[in-house]
C-alpha cells in the first residue's frame, strides 16, 4: 500500500509484483482480475524480456478487466554498458499498443514516480465519471449540512444581519 497524491487527490494505491516466471502464471493471473492498472516491465539489458512482453500483454488482454491501464516499462536503465534493448525499440513497443513508455532504474529511482503517478493518472482518468459523482455527491452532502447547521442557528444579532440572500 502507498499513498500518492494526484490532482490534488490522496490516492492510496495497493501494487502487487507478480512473479515472472512460467510457474507461477496461474497465481500471477489471478492477480490480473482484479487490476486497475498494470505496468509491463522488461529488462533493457535483455532483449529476451522484450521478446515476452507481447506474452504479457496477450494475457493482460486475455485475463484483466476491459479498462484496465497499462503502461510499458524499460527497467535497468542504468545498465547502458549492457544494453540490449534500445529505447526507441521500447517506445515502438509502447506505441503499438497504444501505451504510455518509461526507462527506469530501481537503483537510480529514474522514473520510478513519474511513471506509479502516470498510471495512477490514467487509471482516475479512466474511472472519471464514477469520480465526478463521488465529488458531486460529496459537495450536495456538504451543501445539505451547511444548510442544515444554518437552519438550525436561533434568529438573533449574530444571524440577523443577513436579512437578504442577493
Ligand atoms: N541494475 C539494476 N538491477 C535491478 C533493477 N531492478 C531490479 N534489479 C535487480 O534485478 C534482479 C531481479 O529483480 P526482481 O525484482 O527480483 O525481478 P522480478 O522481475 O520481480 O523477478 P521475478 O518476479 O522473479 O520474475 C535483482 O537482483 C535486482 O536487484 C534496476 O533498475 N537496475
Known amino acids: 500500500m ?3 497524491e494526484v490532482d490534488g487527490i490522496k ?9 515472472g ?3 507461477y502464471q496461474t497465481i500471477t493471473k489471478q492477480y490480473y482480475r482484479r487490476a486497475q492498472g498494470i505496468f509491463l516491465v522488461y529488462d533493457i539489458s535483455s532483449e529476451r524480456s522484450y521478446q515476452h512482453i507481447m506474452k504479457w500483454v496477450s494475457d493482460v488482454d486475455e485475463y484483466a478487466p476491459e479498462g484496465v491501464q497499462k503502461i ?11 544494453r540490449q534493448v534500445g529505447r526507441e ?13 518509461y526507462e527506469t532504474s530501481a537503483c537510480t529511482n529514474l522514473n520510478i514516480k513519474e511513471s506509479f503517478t502516470r498510471l495512477t493518472e490514467l487509471v482516475l482518468q479512466a474511472h472519471r465519471k464514477e469520480l465526478d459523482g463521488l465529488r458531486t455527491r ?17 434568529e438573533g444579532p449574530a444571524n440577523s444581519s443577513k436579512t437578504c440572500w442577493c
Open 138 to 154: 460529496a459537495g450536495n452532502e456538504l451543501a445539505l449540512a451547511e444548510l442544515e447547521e444554518e437552519e438550525g442557528k436561533p
Open 21 to 23: 516466471q512460467e510457474r
Open 11 to 19: 490516492v492510496r494505491i495497493q501494487i502487487w509484483d507478480t512473479a
Open 72 to 82: 510499458l516499462i524499460g527497467n535497468k536503465a542504468d545498465e547502458e554498458q549492457k
Open 2 to 4: 502507498k499513498t500518492i
Open 89 to 101: 525499440q521500447g517506445q515502438q513497443l509502447a506505441k503499438e499498443y497504444g501505451m504510455d513508455f
